[in-house]
């Protein structure tokens, strides 16, 4: 996708810290309120001092009747304190356990600021983190962290850019659902693509046009007129999660009919072209080639996915998957065209 320059540069870079904006995770979650309640939720690339997915589940720690909130902090955070300044500033590594919600500060509410008295005061079970001799302390991979993982419900956080693939892998091999955030044209890894297409991993609710605002330390990564308040703008960027919601069986609507002057076939896959989602011909059941933001609106019910292009040495033939270096880009009479997602219209 044209704008994600950011998301990219990240993954280039390997500068992973964006920071989610508090507005952006209530307008996801609050479709997953049933699925939270009872839970253990873990945010494993969380630091409390700067984190909105923390000061979410401790706020609504009650109203959702969470068993658990676990999150886990690194050493070092750049920029611990602008995002909530809850606690003091201990820029140490450690892991903060929430199971309990009351007015600790005796004020009459329960709040976040009884979540800084039990921290303070030792309320709340606080960990300092090592390490391994692979991993950093408060890395997701470090064996602390994954034994956190083990007893964790349901994982929501905004991971590393850079290590999306391993991310994901990580809770996939350890049958953990989670709702992540991640670039739109991860839907095309090696690693994530299969997944979609078995239905194990789909596209939740999203940000507002596939735009988002993080605050970042990272000030090379946007120019001026890219900023809101202070923040980098990401576009390109949507919510990951394995949880069933509404929207994934909307239907899309069809309202257009299928000719082969309007819908041209590529020279290198048998499939037609079809630029737009909205495109899509209501008349047609043969196998189409889509915009990879097709997977915003996709029902799995009313579509089969068969296939992609550009994915890294793998893609789509004559109905099959391959994973083979000769199925890349998608052409046209010559011409290039972006990363396809190969779709066929299921029976009514």
């Known amino acids: ?27 996801e979650l609050r479709h997953y309120r049933e699925f939270f309640m009872g839970k253990t939720i873990f945010c494993n690339c969380d630091d409390p001092f700067e ?28 920029i611990a304190g602008q995002e909530i300044n809850l606690f003091p500033d201990d820029k140490t590594a ?12 005796g004020d009459g509410r329960e709040d976040l600021n009884d979540v800084q008295y039990a921290i ?14 692979k991993y950093c302390a408060g890395d997701f991979r470090s064996r602390e962290l994954i034994d956190l993982l083990k007893v964790a419900d349901v994982v929501v956080t905004n ?22 955030i991640g670039n739109i044209n991860a839907v095309t890894y090696k690693e994530i693509f299969p997944l979609i297409m078995a ?13 988002g605002f993080f605050t970042s330390p990272y000030e090379d990564f946007a120019s001026a007129s890219e900023h809101r308040d202070g923040m980098i703008r990401n576009s390109g960027v949507h919510w990951y999660t394995n949880i069933e919601t509404e929207k994934r069986f ?46 915003d609106k996709y029902n799995p019910d009313q579509f089969e996915i068969v296939g992609c292009t550009e994915s890294e040495g793998t893609g789509f033939s004559n109905g099959l ?28």
């Open 1 to 27: 996708m044209a704008g994600n320059k950011n998301l990219n540069s990240a993954a280039r870079a390997k500068k992973d810290k964006f920071y989610t904006q508090l507005e952006d995770i209530e307008n």
């Open 51 to 78: 984190s909105n997915f923390f000061k979410y589940f401790a706020a609504k720690f009650n109203d959702l009747e969470l068993k658990k909130l676990i999150t886990a902090s690194y050493a070092d955070s750049p």
């Open 94 to 105: 450690c892991m903060f356990e929430v199971d309990e919600l009351r007015d600790w500060n």
């Open 120 to 133: 303070e005061h030792g309320i709340y079970k606080k960990r300092q983190l090592t390490g391994d001799l």
């Open 159 to 180: 991971p590393p850019f850079s290590l999306f693939r391993e991310y994901v892998k990580l809770l996939v091999d350890n049958d953990k659902k989670f709702i992540i």
């Open 199 to 211: 239905n194990k991993l789909w596209l939740g609710y999203g940000f507002p046009g596939m735009v």
């Open 250 to 295: 909307w239907d899309i609507p069809l309202h257009k009919n299928y000719s082969p002057e309007k819908y041209p076939c590529y020279d290198n896959y048998d499939a037609i072209e079809v630029s737009k989602t909205a495109e899509i011909p209501v008349d047609y059941f043969g196998v189409m080639g889509v915009p990879i933001t097709f997977l």
């Open 321 to 348: 998957w391959h994973d083979d270096s000769q199925f890349k880009q998608a052409t046209i009479n010559g011409k290039k065209v972006y990363k396809r997602i190969f779709i066929r219209r299921k029976p009514n």
